[in-house]
């Protein structure tokens, strides 16, 4: 559990891909975590993480450009106060299946299905738009070798299993309200790591 009040927090804002800071007067971060794993057979465990956020702004004005239908740029002061801070999902949610089995002394195959779930993100400090959730599920196999002081660990994978449409990224308090950059469709991915522990 947590509950972090904040002086003077950095707020970003985005003008024609130029990225600016501005102060919040006063913040409020408000939220828990939960997480467990549970051993269910042998080699198989599930990992259950629950987050809640809810992040506020207090005391807080600021000078804002806002872009009228002409396309007009007009400078105003705006008041932000009790508002909820863009880009922070209030619930998210992970929950994940995994599974390992050892081949002798040196080799374990591993395998991951996840899932996570997310609620719509603010896009700008006035609270004019919101995301929609999104539910992405995703996998990775792979098998890990020691020999020596050396692991090679080689997996792969497929992100977004669903092949969801959804926001992964927000540029926050936009000018032009160019708040959205489109997540990956369904991709898959391999890696190669060699680890040395010394």
């Given at each position: 559990?947590?509950?972090?009040?904040?002086?003077?927090?950095?707020?970003?804002?985005?003008?024609?891909?130029?990225?600016?800071?501005?102060?919040?007067?006063?913040?409020?971060?408000?939220?828990?975590?939960i997480?467990?794993?549970?051993?269910?057979y042998?080699?198989?465990?599930?990992?259950?993480?629950?987050?809640?956020?809810?992040?506020?702004?207090?005391?807080?004005?600021?000078?804002?450009?806002?872009?009228?239908?002409?396309?007009?740029?007009?400078?105003?002061?705006?008041?932000?106060?009790?508002?909820?801070?863009?880009?922070?999902?209030?619930?998210?949610?992970?929950?994940?299946?995994?599974?390992?089995?050892?081949?002798g002394?040196?080799?374990?195959?591993?395998?991951?299905?996840?899932?996570?779930?997310?609620?719509?993100?603010?896009?700008?400090?006035?609270?004019?738009?919101?995301?929609?959730s999104?539910?992405?599920?995703?996998?990775?196999?792979?098998?890990?070798?020691?020999?020596?002081?050396?692991?090679?660990?080689?997996?792969?994978g497929?992100?977004?299993?669903?092949?969801?449409?959804?926001?992964?990224?927000?540029?926050?308090?936009?000018?032009?309200?160019?708040?959205?950059?489109?997540?990956?469709?369904?991709n898959?991915?391999?890696?190669?790591?060699?680890?040395?522990?010394?």
């Amino acid at each position: 559990f947590f509950n972090m009040k904040t002086d003077n927090e950095l707020v970003p804002y985005e003008e024609y891909g130029d990225l600016y800071y501005r102060n919040a007067d006063k913040s409020n971060h408000l939220g828990f975590i939960i997480r467990s794993m549970v051993d269910i057979y042998k080699n198989l465990t599930i990992d259950l993480l629950y987050r809640f956020c809810r992040f506020t702004y207090g005391s807080y004005t600021a000078l804002s450009l806002l872009q009228d239908s002409t396309g007009t740029i007009i400078r105003t002061n705006r008041d932000f106060s009790w508002k909820y801070e863009p880009n922070v999902p209030k619930n998210y949610l992970n929950i994940s299946l995994l599974y390992h089995h050892p081949i002798g002394k040196k080799i374990n195959l591993f395998a991951k299905l996840s899932y996570s779930g997310m609620s719509g993100l603010w896009v700008d400090d006035g609270n004019s738009d919101k995301t929609t959730s999104s539910n992405l599920v995703t996998s990775v196999l792979g098998f890990d070798l020691k020999f020596c002081n050396f692991k090679l660990i080689f997996s792969g994978g497929i992100n977004n299993i669903l092949n969801e449409k959804y926001v992964e990224f927000i540029n926050t308090n936009s000018v032009e309200s160019q708040f959205y950059e489109a997540g990956a469709p369904i991709n898959y991915f391999a890696t190669l790591n060699l680890v040395y522990a010394f």
